[in-house]
Every structure is written in structure tokens, then in C-alpha cells.
């Protein structure tokens, strides 16, 4: 049976014009949105299945299995959309810009060279990455290390490629699922920058203990994810480390790369309406900042709030 491309419902229901699956704001769930004049439609997906009669096998069943993977990757499903590549085949469905491939390629160069070297280095620092990945020096300890990664990696079933070609076509591969991680790496400067802001508005609201309050209940929250986060991006980097690794153990490398990207993907898109926010709204001491300061409690609250268990035996 050929693999569905796109969300081609059969079903009646899904074919009220202008309804869409969602994840829910507070549980995280896949749920169908309706239309209405009057009243927000809102169905689970699990009462979705049952109320409908889209289980066993309903035509339907299996695309709505894969709703909730594909709401992993795109904020929202419509009727006919197209699958997301990450669902068929693990490739990314989003676009990047060149400077995210050109920073990929840079530090896997510099990698490479330092490793043949043999004083592997990881530069962050992107005038020194660029300066090290432009000296003459590095290209031709590049080239070495390709010759050397191709006498270890041997010609392979194709024997089309010779041994370098099969290891330039590794390291091609790398640097564009690595551009992913460094388009994701970008987008996340911005939690630096509501930090910044946090602090600055802290010092225009030091009269108002109320808003002051307000944010300190927002830096509390705010501490876990940017926490998160940010070890996301540090085990990526601690993973991608040994270069030779990442070539000779090519597979493994591209499904942890993927995985990583999958989840920083996840967080982004969680995330983009409060950035642009943080974007948007000019840091100073009005109303405007009172919003921001709690819509981005609310959003937090809703994810990152510490949840107590009450016992029975707690409550004697």
C-alpha cells in the first residue's frame, strides 16, 4: 500500500470548510477545530475517533494517527495539507537561510581540519570560525582529512564512488542536517534577550511592587526552559564533537542530529508567538509592558508551573 502524501480525509466532517487540528494551548493534545457563529468547536481526537466512527479500518484511521505526529512539526493540520517530511521520511519540512548552512559547513571544516591535525577544536565564535575556516591552511588540512576518513571508510557497495567521494558526500550531508541546528540555535537567541529585558524592565517598574512581583514570578518560570533549552543546544554540540565519528558512524549521526532538530523544532514553534512579543513590544514602564510581562506568565504558568501531588496521607 502506497504511503499517503497529504491528509486526504474521507469523512463528511472534514469537509465543513475551515476546520483544522490544533494542539490544545493547556493539555498538549491533538483536537479538531470547527467553525461556528456562535460557540468554539472543539473535538479531542480521541472523542473525534469514537464519535465519529474513525477507527478499525476506516479510511480515515490512519491519517488521523498521523496527526499528531505531524502537529510535532507544524503548529496546524488542515484537510489536505501535505504531510510533513519529518513524518515520510525524517527530512526537514521548514527552510533555512544560507548563513545557517555557511556556519554548518564552516564549523565541520574547522573540525575536520583540526582533527587530521590532531587537536580537534569546536569554535562558537563566529568572527574566529570564520577566520580559522578561510585560512589556506585549513583547506588543505581539509583535504587530508577526507584522504584519511576515506582510507578508514573503504569504497562501500557503490563502487561508482571512490572512497573521498563517499566521504565529501558524508560531510555534505552533515553540514545541511547540522544548518537545521544552527537556524534553531539562532532562533533561541531571542530567550538571552527576554532575559535582558526581564532585568531592565525590573528596574523601570522598581516602584510597582505589584509588576515587580509579576516579574519574578516570570524569571522563576522562565529559568526551566531557558535551562532546557540551552542543554538541548550543548548536548548537540558535545555530540557533533568528534568529527570522525560523525562521518564514519554516518547513520547514527543523522537520526541524533534529527531527533535534536525535532525537539528544538518542537520548543520553536511553542515558543514563536511570545517571541515575536518580546520582538514587538518596546521596553518601557505602560500598560503594554504590563500585558507582556503577564501573557508571558500565563503562557509559562500553563507549561512550566511546578505541579503539586496531594496524598491522602499529606492531608491528615
Known sequence: MEKAAQFNFQHRLFKIEG????????TGEPVYNLPSDDLKVVLP?????TEFRIEGDHPDAPLIDLVGQALKHVREVHPGDSIPNEVLDGSASWSIEPRHYKRARMRI???????????????????????VADDPKTKEKLDKAIVRLGEEIGGGADATLSPTDRVSQRIEALVRELSYIEALREHFQMLDTI???LE????????????KDDISRVKVLFATPDKD????????????????SLVLNYENSV???????DLLRGYSLEWEHIFDLWRETPIVADENAVRLIRATYQFLSQRYAPVVKWTASGMR
Open 19 to 26: 476546520g483544522f487540528f490544533r494542539r490544545d494551548s493547556l
Open 109 to 131: 571544516d574547522v573540525q575536520l581540519a583540526s582533527w587530521i591535525s590532531g587537536d580537534e577544536q569546536v569554535l562558537v565564535d563566529d568572527d574566529l570560525l570564520e577566520q
Open 195 to 197: 532575559a535582558q529585558k
Open 229 to 244: 533549552i540551552k542543554a538541548l543546544c550543548s548536548d548537540m554540540d558535545d555530540h557533533t564533537s568528534e568529527v570522525r
Open 45 to 49: 481526537i480521541n472523542a473525534l475517533r
Open 255 to 261: 537520526s541524533y542530529i534529527r531527533d535534536k532538530r
Open 200 to 211: 531592565k524592565l525590573m528596574k523601570l517598574f522598581k516602584t510597582s511592587r505589584v509588576v
